[in-house]
T-cell receptor
Framework: EAGVAQSPRYKIIEKRQSVAFWCNPI?????LYWYQQILGQGPKLLIQ????????DSQLPKDRFSAERLKGVDSTLKIQPAKLEDSAVYLC????????????FGSGTRLTVV | AQSVAQPEDQVNVAEGNPLTVKCTYS??????LFWYVQYPNRGLQFLLK??????LVKGSYGFEAEFNKSQTSFHLKKPSALVSDSALYFC????????????FGKGTRLSVIA
């Protein structure tokens, strides 16, 4: 089966600019996760979707971050405006259903804010 | 809330020697426990998991981990390290029941020296 696809792989932007990341999960996977991995730290959950609904966005900085999963398939994570501290790898993962133990991760998008 | 501690930022081991990467966890109820590996510029790759049953679980690339409920630990082990095992290793946990997503440790960098 095809894996979790993410694009772009790398992005460099200036602070206060906006940026968007795209994720295509494994076909049929109902649950989708966005994690932020800052250098030297473990991944931290930003948002969890079940189909096209949000299950948990308690750690999403909603003043600048937004995410959507239209039609319950692809997802887009946006940052506007970006800050220097947003420099990180943004990882997308999917699983067959909420509560299922197995996640499959994409390769991630490395964002550098200068 | 669940948490994971990986007490070592870096583990160095000679090729051919056994390796151990430590992980302790905190979670309400029974845990699902995972080890992931991350190579440079790559996403997280699943190594092994503990769901239930035998406390010693075997995973990919010759790795294994032992679940110890009394010590709330899930240390990753390999009998004979390879240079190609050099990477960043993450331990993760979530409760056995419910929809809570994975929480990751900060990671341990393993360096295997030829």
């Amino acid at each position: 089966e095809a894996g979790v696809a993410q694009s772009p792989r790398y992005k460099i932007i200036e602070k206060r600019q906006s940026v968007a990341f795209w994720c295509n999960p494994i076909s049929g996977h109902a649950t989708l996760y966005w994690y932020q991995q800052i250098l030297g730290q473990g991944p931290k959950l930003l948002i969890q979707f079940q189909n096209n609904g949000v299950v948990d966005d308690s750690q999403l900085p909603k003043d600048r971050f937004s995410a959507e999963r239209l039609k319950g398939v692809d997802s887009t994570l946006k940052i506007q405006p970006a800050k220097l501290e947003d420099s990180a790898v943004y990882l997308c993962a999917s699983s067959p259903r909420t509560g299922y133990y197995g996640y499959t991760f994409g390769s991630g998008t490395r964002l550098t804010v200068v | 809330a669940q948490s994971v501690a990986q007490p070592e930022d870096q583990v160095n081991v000679a090729e051919g020697n056994p390796l151990t990467v430590k992980c302790t966890y905190s979670v309400s109820g029974n845990p699902y426990l995972f080890w992931y590996v991350q190579y440079p510029n790559r996403g997280l790759q699943f190594l092994l998991k503990y769901i239930t049953g035998d406390n010693l679980v075997k995973g990919s690339y010759g790795f294994e981990a032992e679940f110890n409920k009394s010590q709330t630990s899930f240390h990753l082990k390999k009998p004979s390290a390879l240079v190609s095992d050099s990477a960043l290793y993450f331990c993760a946990v979530r409760p056995y029941s419910g929809n809570t997503p994975l929480v990751f440790g900060k990671g341990t960098r393993l360096s295997v020296i030829a």
